[in-house]
């Protein structure tokens, strides 16, 4: 698709007998926003700090633009980085945080007014440029660190789980910006984070961390329709999927509260059934699984109710419109018949979270 | 200061009693310092009356004779000289220990923090003679480079562990953001780290200046004639003359707090922050 702009091959990391990295590969093309998602403690801080250069890994290497830059120190290996905590120095102004990058490789006065204003202008921060870090507000300061970790030209950049502790509105509006700004820059932007709905509404590319692997990687639309691990399934979207424990014989996969016919091998014992929001439907469907279920709890999201439901003592979530008035009648404590769409179910083993199967279509 | 540290939590309403009390201890700390001034202020004749004479004009010729009378400008001047110097000088080789001990935190850091301490742990007069006698052997008395070499010594410890304290409190996100943009070590510990240890520095810089500026025993055992400090050169000039002269006790008294209260009233606000080390401070 395009060219390569950053590759790691064989990472791997332990401290004493605990393995945070193991023997992780990928490669990230330029003009592409990839997204490394995966859950706290499967090892994204240890793998930014091993590509910043901060963290000796014990073998592996790190490629950037055809490069190896593994035995490189942090400051010479020419990523972009903005990191998880702001880290803005408090006893230099906005413009002096954001120039501190270009202070380092003596760029003159010039070249430093023309990056900054660039910056500023992209971020929408020129208002903030003479205040000092500790007047700004935690969304403010996260744009002047972005801003900082732009400022350099480059063609990789590394962005740490930004937005973390930001609130939504902030939110949306910063991924926003990270988009525009990838888009006019035309980089390799590489964005770490564990929030499912940053990874959906950012990413080109997906990539799913999981216990020191890159399990999966793949375009957005692919790794959402096609998850082959458990992780990659609740990896994207919100709320996080439906998974219930059963076992597969005879092409039935049983859980406790529902069965199905199921294309996957016979005989495993420990399976889980991954199902999305959106795989569960209201109402009585021929096509379909069709269950009783009591609303435990109805949240509403403005054009969306997230639905939590209760059938046996299992919940499941189900997402309806607001702009249907008879969804608007399931109301908490009430009964109501519920089906589960069999090609909606992913099939995974228990012990490797592997993809084994899915779900048959009903005649 | 005392009553800044028992400063209730300031509430509408009348003066409470609490309050009263503070500063009513604060006063009884304050006393014999301004006996001290007062009794330097006060006309020679009126020094030792009994009872005390309260209303007086006040004079500055007891202060400007003690101060043109022998070398009591040369002590006055060298005491700055040396502790200063010597101050300034520990808290630069602090900042490097303390830095390191923070980030590399090497093995046994918390035992070496212990051992650097505990050279204090010695009573100063158990010292006195082996620093005589080593003093002796390298020809370093009577001359600053030993005196500050030895104050140096003496303020390392305590600036290590306020220093120490303080740089564990800045985020090593600061470290590693400099490197990320290719910043070095030095640069990062000197331009990035250091100025957000101010008030560490202010308080390490206040409580050894302290020290170092009231310490007798060695500025006279290992110092001399030619480097003999404030509080030697005031010991040595109680008796001038043959007789005890309390105007001039009074007045070099007051020379001698002068400094001190100077320099610590300048960096008041940072002061309390360094003292509580840094437990009131707030990051960014």
Do not use: C
């Not at chain 1, 490669?27 to 590509?51: A, Q």
């Not at chain 2, 009872?51 to 009378?69: D, G, M, R």
């Amino acid at each position: 698709m395009s060219e390569l702009a950053f590759k790691v091959s064989g990472l791997s990391k332990s401290y004493g007998s605990k393995v945070v990295l193991d023997d992780l590969s990928f490669s990230v093309n330029i003009n592409d926003f990839s997204v490394i998602w995966g859950k706290p403690g499967n090892g994204k801080s240890v793998l930014v700090r091993s590509i910043m250069g901060l963290e000796r890994i014990d073998a592996g290497e790190v490629i950037v633009r055809g490069e190896d830059v593994t035995n490189k120190n942090a400051g010479s290996r020419n990523i972009g980085y903005i990191p998880q905590s702001f880290a803005l120095f408090p006893h230099y102004s906005v413009r002096e945080n954001i120039e501190y990058p270009l202070n380092l490789i003596k760029a003159s006065d010039a070249d430093k007014e023309k990056a900054v204003n660039r910056v500023a202008e992209l971020l929408r921060i020129e208002d903030l440029l003479h205040k000092k870090p500790t007047e700004l507000s935690g969304g403010q300061k996260q744009r002047i660190a972005i801003a900082r970790g732009l400022v350099i030209t480059t063609d990789v950049y590394l962005l740490d789980d930004p937005l973390v502790g930001l609130d939504f509105k902030l939110r949306e509006r910063l991924i926003d910006d990270l988009r525009r700004t990838q888009e006019e820059l035309k980089v390799a932007f590489i964005y770490v984070t564990s929030d499912p709905l940053e990874a959906l509404s950012l990413a080109k590319t997906v990539l799913v961390l999981s216990k020191g692997k890159i399990v999966q990687q793949g375009s957005l639309t692919d790794v959402y329709d096609n998850p082959q691990t458990v992780q990659s399934m609740s990896a994207l979207g919100f709320p996080e999927p439906n998974f219930v424990p059963g076992k597969i014989s005879n092409g039935t996969f049983t859980s406790d509260i529902f069965s199905a016919q199921v294309n996957a091998p016979d005989g495993i014992s420990d399976a889980i059934a991954g199902i999305r929001p959106e795989g569960i439907v209201i109402g009585e469907n021929a096509k379909a699984i069709t269950l009783e279920a009591t609303v435990a709890l109805v949240e509403n999201l403005g054009s969306e109710n997230v639905i939590y439901l209760k059938v046996k003592d299992r919940m499941l979530v189900t997402v309806i419109s607001r702009t249907d008035e008879e969804n608007l009648k399931i109301v908490e404590e009430a009964k109501i018949k519920i089906s589960i769409l069999p090609h909606a179910i992913q099939l995974f083993r228990a012990d490797s979270e592997v993809k084994i199967g899915e779900g048959k279509h009903h005649e | 200061m005392a009553d800044d540290f028992m400063k209730p939590r300031r509430k509408s309403g009348p003066i409470k009693l609490s309050t009263v009390g503070a500063w009513l201890v604060s006063l009884i700390f304050f006393l014999p310092i301004a006996w001290i001034i007062g009794s330097a202020l006060k006309p020679k004749q009126y020094v030792l009356n009994f009872p005390p004479k309260w209303i007086f004009v006040p004079t500055l010729s007891n202060i400007t004779e003690a101060i043109s009378y022998g070398n009591t400008a040369k002590y006055f001047l060298d005491s700055v000289i040396y502790s200063f110097t010597a101050v300034a000088l520990a808290i630069l080789i602090s900042f490097l220990a303390a830095y390191s001990f923070s980030r590399f935190k090497p093995a046994g850091t918390d035992f070496l923090m212990f051992l650097l301490l505990s050279s204090r742990f010695v009573p100063a007069a158990a010292l006195v003679i082996p620093f005589f006698q080593l003093y002796n052997l390298v020809h370093l008395q009577d001359s600053f480079l030993g005196l500050i070499l030895f104050y140096t010594m003496f303020s390392i410890p305590f600036s290590v562990w306020i220093l120490k304290g303080f740089i564990d409190g800045v985020s090593t996100k600061f470290d590693e953001t400099g490197f990320v943009y290719g910043a070095s070590r030095l640069h990062v510990m000197f331009k990035l780290i250091l100025p957000q240890l101010r008030p560490g520095l202010v308080a390490a810089f206040v409580f050894n200046i302290i020290f170092v500026w009231n310490e007798f025993l060695f500025n006279f055992q290992l110092g001399g004639i030619h480097s003999y400090g404030i509080p030697v050169g005031l010991f040595t000039s109680i008796t001038k003359d043959g007789h005890l002269d309390w105007s001039f006790v009074a007045s070099i008294g007051t020379i001698y707090v002068l400094p001190l209260a100077i320099t610590i009233f300048a960096f008041q606000k940072y002061l309390l922050v360094g003292l509580t080390f840094g437990t009131v401070r707030g990051e960014v």
